[in-house]
């Protein structure tokens, strides 16, 4: 698991949490739940979806999670009087690099196409504090697991309670854009937001399973393409939480043959090559991506926007897509370097 800096708790789980720290460490909540995205789509735009489709739709499916998580985050920061800041160069992590907030010297992520080495760690980074079925080597470290954060941010709204949220509501993206949203006007949905983004993400002490739905949370999810299993209820269940599910549904097959053989951390392209065009195509397409988001989760939640924002994903994957595999240039194989660009030099 990764642990983070307790700086970020500064201000919080006191008799009177500070409100600007509750805000700020909200904001801190956008940027690392954005921190993944981009890991998780250069693998998934790494794969051939032809050879690896199992694989392939889980990684989609985290990614589309994510992309709630950050919604969520937003929404709680919006209805405490914050606004979400996401278009500007520091929101976007290094790569390679540690992720924000992070403490963990071990951990350095890379931009990395599908295998198990970067599978692991996609596990690492959604591991919960104590998972099911495998247990825990990790001795006491400095830092705090990324539920403790939002632990401390839930206590924190508790204790502020329901004066401190603006009224009427503001900026909330809700269910009728993305689904699962929830609209944050109180402690009570301010809860059950952070609850949905910790138990997608760790699952419960007692279940795999989300809060809502019956899909199965990220880690848990992962440890299928791991396993090469599909997690399924144990045919004869003990009495142990580890012994209620099995991986021993439909395979979950690997076929390495199916992974485009872009670089890991690409990068810098020289300028004027092919490469170099588009991947500021890419990043242009990136940034602007990041605008729209901005403009939504800063009052521009309409479904006009909303579809701006789909429509900008929809480019990115067939941008990388083509990158990756080699179209229109056969034989040459490149990365997205997921960077902020404003302007795209090519246009310029």
Excluded: W
Excluded at 18 to 33: K, R
Excluded at 316 to 321: E, F, P, T
């Amino acid at each position: 698991m990764i642990r983070l800096n307790p700086s970020l708790l500064a201000g919080l789980d006191s008799a009177m949490p500070n409100p600007q720290a509750v805000v700020q460490a909200l904001q801190s909540a956008v940027e690392l739940e954005h921190s993944t995205i981009p890991l998780y789509l250069y693998a998934l735009y790494s794969l051939d979806a032809t050879k690896n489709a199992e694989i392939a739709a889980i990684i989609q499916s985290v990614v589309v999670e994510e992309m709630l998580h950050m919604t969520l985050a937003s929404n709680v920061l919006n209805a405490l009087g914050g606004s979400p800041s996401i278009n500007q160069p520091g929101f976007i992590p290094t790569y390679p690099g540690p992720l924000p907030g992070g403490v963990e010297s071990q951990l350095q992520v890379h931009l990395a196409p599908f295998s198990t080495t970067q599978l692991q760690t996609f596990l690492t980074i959604e591991e919960p504090e104590n998972p099911l079925d495998f247990p825990t080597a990790e001795t006491a470290q400095d830092g705090i697991t990324i539920g403790q954060f939002y632990a401390a941010i839930a206590r924190s709204i508790q204790q502020l309670g329901n004066g401190y949220f603006v009224d009427p509501p503001r900026n909330q993206v809700g269910p009728d854009l993305m689904y699962g949203s929830i609209v944050v006007t109180d402690v009570d949905t301010a809860l059950q937001a952070i609850d949905v983004i910790v138990q997608q993400g760790e699952g419960t002490t007692t279940s795999p399973l989300e809060a809502e739905g019956t899909g199965y949370a990220h880690y848990y999810r992962y440890m299928e393409i791991y396993n090469g299993r599909m997690l399924i209820p144990a045919p004869n269940p003990g009495p142990n939480p580890d012994q209620k599910y099995i991986y021993g549904g439909d395979p979950v097959p690997f076929d390495q043959s199916g992974v485009y053989g872009v670089a890991t951390d690409p990068g810098p392209y020289s300028p004027g090559t092919a490469a170099a065009l588009a991947n500021d195509n890419f990043n242009y397409a990136y940034t602007s991506l990041l605008n729209a988001l901005h403009d939504m989760f800063n009052g521009d939640a309409t479904e006009g926007q909303f579809n701006r924002c789909l429509g900008l994903m929809m480019s990115l994957k067939s941008q990388a897509k083509a990158m990756m595999s080699g179209i229109p240039n056969p034989g040459l194989l490149v990365g997205p370097t997921f960077q902020y660009q404003p302007v795209n030099p090519a246009n310029a």
